[in-house]
């Protein structure tokens, strides 16, 4: 037996739940086993991504875990990082600006 770690957060709400598993248990068994979906149960296990450590995985049935990973359950992104990142990086040029037009002004 391992013991793995199985992870989910929302914004205002995380849950990890330790886990012993078989050595030979699948990144998949390890989120049934671990009760999460009742927890959740808007997680389609058979759907949602998954990884291990912040490392995606592409097919939970078949990667194997291995002793103190954690697997981690990713919700859908609420907003583009790239278009995020762009838009405050506009604000803070506009605040700048103003600034400095403000500073020359007087």
Not at 38 to 50: F, K, N, R, T, V
Not at 86 to 93: I, S, V
């Amino acid at each position: 037996m391992i013991r793995v770690e199985v992870a989910y957060a929302l914004p205002h709400d995380q849950k990890i739940i330790a886990l012993q598993v078989e050595e030979d248990c699948s990144v998949y068994d390890a989120v049934i086993r671990s009760g999460i979906v009742e927890a959740y149960p808007e997680i389609d296990p058979d759907s949602i991504p998954m990884g291990i450590f912040g490392k995606a995985i592409r097919d939970p049935k078949e990667t194997i875990l291995q002793e103190g990973q954690r697997v981690e359950l990713y919700r859908p992104l609420i907003a583009d990082p790239k278009e995020a990142r762009a838009k405050r990086a506009a604000k803070m040029k506009a605040k700048k600006d103003a600034e400095e037009a403000a500073r020359k002004g007087k």
